[in-house]
């Protein structure tokens, strides 16, 4: 099968981190291959409607994923674990975990909870480390097929376009995420309006959310967007929506702020945006990341003197993702965050798109 396979090299690694989206695309570790599908009992075979790609893959691409969780991937390894599959004529949702049952383990602690996106084995077992898109034995979305446990897949509700069904995943994050603001604050502060920030923003109001949702869009199609999913007033940076609801106080050279906002999630999965979201929380606030920022530096000082909470998503439960692919058919308008579908072929121009960019691998 023809699949992009990404293979670790650390000259470029180093190379991509300092120079970032300036390195060239053609020397990015990166190359369209053909493959053999492997075979494995319990496991079905997936054809690749469509699959993104994810801020997390262009972190690993350009050198920025945090060193401390390398040992939980494996590579070479098709990239891709956004994806929309095909079986038997019928759509579905891959979920990408390969957690203790599709390792062939009994259940650890948090598998036995339900908790799957937390299972302690994700480094043992009968596969190498990783989720689909970053191990190593089983491919992901980037190729034509993949190989999947039948209970990974969820069948796509009726009517449901293939450019909303394949934001499936993202969507379970995002989920997963939000139930974690419950009981619901009164206000919302989302920090960045790209896939993740405008899938929070049109996922809490289908999830009942009836308090104030604030928005900080960098562009002004963003901002256009944001509107438009539902947004009660938008922000052209953190710097205007801090002095909109904060009070400065100044000593010598420095600053400081009382005031803020209930909620803050940070969507953008910067630094930048990481200690943006603390200074924006208000006193005993939360702050929920929906992103996924790596090594960076921040002030740790809103934690205590502010005492801002701090909550994370990264993954979910089987139940989060049934409950994301659940919410498909309401979620009128989510295909409007697509910013171009690209043969396997031409993979530079993807990770150049703007807006969310997918794989089409199987092109007739």
Request: charged share 20%.
């Given at each position: 099968?023809?699949?992009?396979?990404?293979?670790?090299?650390?000259?470029?690694?180093?190379?991509?981190?300092?120079?970032?989206?300036?390195?060239?695309?053609?020397?990015?570790?990166?190359?369209?291959?053909?493959?053999?599908?492997?075979?494995?009992?319990?496991?079905?075979?997936?054809?690749?409607?469509?699959?993104?790609?994810?801020?997390?893959?262009?972190?690993?691409?350009?050198?920025?994923?945090?060193?401390?969780?390398?040992?939980?991937?494996?590579?070479?390894?098709?990239?891709?674990?956004?994806?929309?599959?095909?079986?038997?004529?019928?759509?579905?949702?891959?979920?990408?975990?390969?957690?203790?049952?599709?390792?062939?383990?009994?259940?650890?602690?948090?598998?036995?909870?339900?908790?799957?996106?937390?299972?302690?084995?994700?480094?043992?077992?009968?596969?190498?480390?990783?989720?689909?898109?970053?191990?190593?034995?089983?491919?992901?979305?980037?190729?034509?097929?993949?190989?999947?446990?039948?209970?990974?897949?969820?069948?796509?509700?009726?009517?449901?376009?293939?450019?909303?069904?394949?934001?499936?995943?993202?969507?379970?994050?995002?989920v997963r995420g939000l139930k974690k603001l419950?009981?619901?604050?009164?206000?919302?502060?989302?920090?960045g309006m790209g896939t993740l920030g405008l899938?929070?923003?049109?996922?809490?109001?289908?999830?009942?959310?009836?308090?104030?949702?604030?928005?900080?869009?960098?562009?002004?199609?963003?901002?256009?967007?944001?509107?438009?999913?539902?947004?009660?007033?938008?922000?052209?940076?953190?710097?205007?929506?801090?002095?909109?609801?904060?009070?400065?106080?100044?000593?010598?050279?420095?600053?400081?702020?009382?005031?803020?906002?209930?909620?803050?999630?940070?969507?953008?999965?910067?630094?930048?945006?990481?200690?943006?979201?603390?200074?924006?929380?208000?006193?005993?606030?939360?702050?929920?990341?929906?992103?996924?920022?790596?090594?960076?530096?921040?002030?740790?000082?809103?934690?205590?003197?502010?005492?801002?909470?701090?909550?994370?998503?990264?993954?979910?439960?089987?139940?989060?993702?049934?409950?994301?692919?659940?919410?498909?058919?309401?979620?009128?308008?989510?295909?409007?965050?697509?910013?171009?579908?690209?043969?396997?072929?031409?993979?530079?121009?993807?990770?150049?798109?703007?807006?969310?960019?997918?794989?089409?691998?199987?092109?007739?």
């Open positions: 099968m023809k699949a992009l396979l990404y293979t670790p090299s650390l000259p470029r690694f180093f190379a991509a981190r300092v120079l970032g989206k300036r390195f060239p695309k053609g020397l990015l570790p990166l190359s369209l291959t053909q493959l053999p599908l492997p075979e494995r009992q319990g496991f079905v075979r997936v054809r690749v409607r469509l699959s993104g790609v994810c801020g997390s893959d262009l972190a690993l691409l350009y050198g920025k994923s945090p060193p401390s969780i390398s040992p939980f991937f494996s590579f070479p390894a098709v990239l891709g674990h956004e994806i929309l599959g095909e079986v038997e004529g019928s759509l579905v949702a891959v979920n990408p975990l390969l957690t203790c049952a599709d390792r062939g383990l009994p259940p650890c602690p948090k598998c036995q909870e339900g908790e799957e996106g937390l299972c302690q084995n994700v480094a043992e077992g009968s596969l190498a480390p990783g989720m689909l898109g970053y191990n190593r034995d089983l491919p992901g979305g980037w190729g034509e097929w993949i190989l999947a446990r039948p209970e990974r897949l969820y069948p796509i509700p009726a009517h449901v376009p293939e450019e909303r069904a394949v934001l499936a995943e993202p969507l379970a994050v995002v419950k009981p619901w604050p009164k206000e919302v502060l989302i920090l899938l929070a923003l049109k996922a809490l109001r289908a999830l009942g959310f009836s308090g104030k949702v604030y928005a900080v869009a960098k562009y002004p199609h963003q901002a256009e967007r944001a509107l438009a999913f539902g947004a009660d007033g938008v922000y052209g940076s953190a710097k205007e929506a801090l002095l909109e609801r904060a009070k400065r106080y100044r000593y010598l050279l420095f600053e400081g702020y009382r005031g803020g906002y209930e909620a803050v999630l940070e969507a953008s999965g910067s630094g930048a945006g990481f200690r943006q979201a603390l200074t924006l929380a208000q006193e005993g606030g939360r702050v929920l990341l929906l992103g996924a920022p790596g090594l960076d530096w921040a002030d740790l000082s809103p934690f205590w003197f502010k005492e801002v909470g701090l909550v994370g998503s990264y993954t979910y439960s089987p139940e989060e993702f049934a409950q994301a692919v659940g919410l498909l058919p309401e979620l009128v308008g989510l295909e409007a965050l697509i910013g171009g579908i690209f043969p396997l072929t031409d993979w530079q121009k993807a990770l150049s798109a703007k807006g969310k960019a997918l794989f089409r691998p199987n092109v007739s």
